[in-house]
């Protein structure tokens, strides 16, 4: 006799409980790779200050930079176990690809063709920038549509070289770009005169005005943006764990400023017995760290180390640096911003 088919019902119910019994998350290739020696290989940029230079001594140092000490102090323990290494705009998929770097943190925009076609992983926006326009105060231009016949100087390789050509197309500006793919040979272009205009990202600009122009001043960014630039760590394709690893790094920074914990005072937190703080800093039995191939106190040496998202920002690129920075998008959203984290629960 034929034994009659399982119900539908029955189905269902043997598929919830196959699912609810998924094996715990375990540790993937690049994590254990990067536990095996010892160290994270982070791609930076070949020297942008405020966001990764390194300086006389050969410490590095910056915004992106801190990211990858953050992502070492959550995988290994220790946020001075990274190997930097510079890459310019045209190298850094490749590396990424290739294997030489593990995490790419290198002020690079998410775009649609990037995820699909280049093996890589974005992880969250770090940075939500937009390109704008930096010329000499002596130009005495106020706006980029009077930019008509100027000489315009663009790094190759990069989303900047295209949205320019969009914007003066639809703008019906004609324009001269001057084109480099090293950024040190672009600014000496821009610095020497042979370009009227730099276009970048905005960021950008402010940290070339601060840190390579002899007179800051004498040089103004235009008030148009004219892109959407989020910016934010890569990872290669592939490997889900890592992904996550690298995500959740940035939102615990982003969680521990919403919550008041800084580096000074993550120590007393501790203590906090709420809900929030524990699950966090991974006390009261907490250990969120298990799941993402780490230990309980993942976050803890985060913040401990490194510092929570606002700290980084405003140690390197805020009001009191240099570069001169607003939170603006960059703000929690209770001050009008967009750096936003999932619960951690």
Not at 57 to 69: E, H, M, N, S
Not at 211 to 234: F, Q, R, T
Not at 279 to 286: D, E, S, V, Y
Request: hydrophobic content about 40%.
């Amino acid at each position: 006799m034929r034994k009659p088919i399982a119900s539908f019902a029955s189905l269902v119910a043997v598929a919830a409980l196959t699912t609810w019994a998924a094996p715990a998350a375990q540790a993937g290739p690049v994590l254990d790779a990067v536990k095996k020696r010892g160290q994270v290989s982070c791609g930076v940029n070949t020297g942008l200050g405020g966001f990764g230079i390194a300086g006389s001594d050969g410490q590095w140092t910056g915004f992106d930079v801190d990211f990858c000490r953050a992502v070492a102090a959550a995988a290994l323990g220790d946020a001075s176990k990274v190997r930097y290494v510079p890459l310019n705009a045209a190298q850094r998929f490749t590396a990424l690809q290739s294997g030489e770097i593990d995490l790419l943190s290198r002020n690079t925009t998410w775009t649609l063709s990037r995820d699909s076609q280049l093996g890589a992983t974005f992880g969250p926006v770090t940075y939500f920038d937009g390109q704008g326009f930096l010329i000499p105060k002596k130009l005495k231009v106020k706006s980029a549509k009077q930019l008509k016949g100027a000489t315009v100087c663009v790094q190759s390789g990069t989303t900047t070289e295209k949205n320019m050509a969009d914007y003066f197309r639809t703008n019906k500006i004609a324009y001269k770009p001057v084109v480099f793919e090293d950024l040190k040979a672009l600014i000496a272009a821009y610095s020497e005169g042979r370009c009227q205009v730099f276009s970048s990202d905005a960021s950008q600009l402010a940290a070339i005005r601060a840190n390579d122009m002899k007179v800051p001043d004498d040089h103004i960014i235009l008030p148009e943006i004219i892109s959407k630039e989020p910016l934010g760590p890569a990872v290669r394709r592939g490997d889900e764990d890592w992904a996550k690893l690298v995500a959740w790094t940035h939102y615990a920074m982003v969680t521990a400023e919403e919550m008041g914990i800084t580096q000074a005072n993550v120590d007393a937190k501790k203590a906090d017995a709420s809900p929030e703080v524990s699950r966090l800093l991974g006390t009261n039995k907490n250990d969120f760290g298990k799941a993402l191939g780490t230990d309980a106190e993942w976050a803890y040496r985060v913040i401990k180390q490194v510092g929570n998202y606002g700290e980084v920002f405003e140690r390197h690129v805020g009001k009191k640096t240099p570069l001169k920075l607003e939170r603006g998008l960059n703000a929690l959203p209770a001050n009008g911003g967009l750096q936003y984290a999932p619960p951690i629960r």
